[in-house]
T-cell receptor
Framework: AQSVTQLGSHVSVSEGALVLLRCNYS??????LFWYVQYPNQGLQLLLK??????LVKGINGFEAEFKKSETSFHLTKPSAHMSDAAEYFC?????????????FGIGTKLQVIP | EAGVTQFPSHSVIEKGQTVTLRCDPI?????LYWYRRVMGKEIKFLLH????????ESGMPNNRFLAERTGGTYSTLKVQPAELEDSGVYFC?????????????FGPGTRLLVL
């Protein structure tokens, strides 16, 4: 069984400030981990994914996330927030291995960027 | 390259009516997934096709939901008869491959409101 907990359904940051979106996971097997973003009226877009290679994963638009096994965390960060980062962000997990990815999502975090 | 498309973008129906949602995956993608997000809740897995075969339908809520993928191309998800609790956003995703090579690409979703 696997699950994802996203701390904070709404996060507000000032433009230019650090973005930190928290995600903790639970998985009975080594996981694959993902961050997706959904802009208004659009589908989910993959920001980045961890598949057991480097623990620090760099994604699109300046985002990165670090896999910490000891803390079962996969927090998403960006050094400097931009107005265009306002969106809803989803952390997700699936089982690793050679099978298909049955993805379990967190509840989502809405990011507001204040000018 | 065209992305995953879904039709309709919005649907408002009355309880007891039938609705059919359509998903066109990215050309060449054998994997097709359906997910649903009920308002305020997580995005949840419904089912997974590999080509025209149902690989996993463990997330289907009940027998009022019927998914098909004739010919292994587009897929339909029919809800008959619709109930109030079926309201939500239905996402489709497609991918190719398995394991760490698989990346799911999501469509914009169909927003279903049952009155």
């Amino acid at each position: 069984a696997q699950s994802v907990t996203q701390l904070g359904s709404h996060v507000s940051v000032s433009e230019g400030a650090l973005v930190l979106l928290r995600c903790n996971y639970s998985s009975s097997v080594p996981p694959y981990l993902f961050w997706y973003v959904q802009y208004p009226n659009q589908g989910l877009q993959l920001l980045l994914k961890y598949t057991s290679a480097a623990t620090l994963v760099k994604g699109i638009n300046g985002f990165e996330a670090e896999f910490k096994k000891s803390e079962t965390s996969f927090h998403l960060t960006k050094p400097s927030a931009h107005m265009s980062d306002a969106a809803e962000y989803f952390c997700a997990v699936s089982e690793s291995g050679g099978g298909y990815q049955k993805v379990t999502f967190g509840i989502g975090t809405k990011l507001q960027v204040i000018p | 390259e065209a992305g995953v498309t879904q039709f309709p973008s919005h649907s408002v129906i009355e309880k007891g009516q039938t609705v059919t949602l359509r998903c066109d995956p990215i050309s060449g993608h054998d994997n097709l997934y359906w997910y649903r997000r009920v308002m305020g809740k997580e995005i949840k897995f419904l089912l997974h096709f590999v080509k025209e075969s149902k690989q996993d339908e463990s997330g289907m809520p009940n027998n009022r939901f019927l998914a098909e993928r004739t010919g292994g191309t587009y897929s339909t998800l029919k809800v008959q008869p619709a109930e109030l609790e079926d309201s939500g956003v239905y996402f489709c995703a497609s991918s190719q491959g398995t394991g760490h090579r698989e990346t799911q690409y999501f469509g914009p979703g169909t927003r279903l409101l049952v009155l």
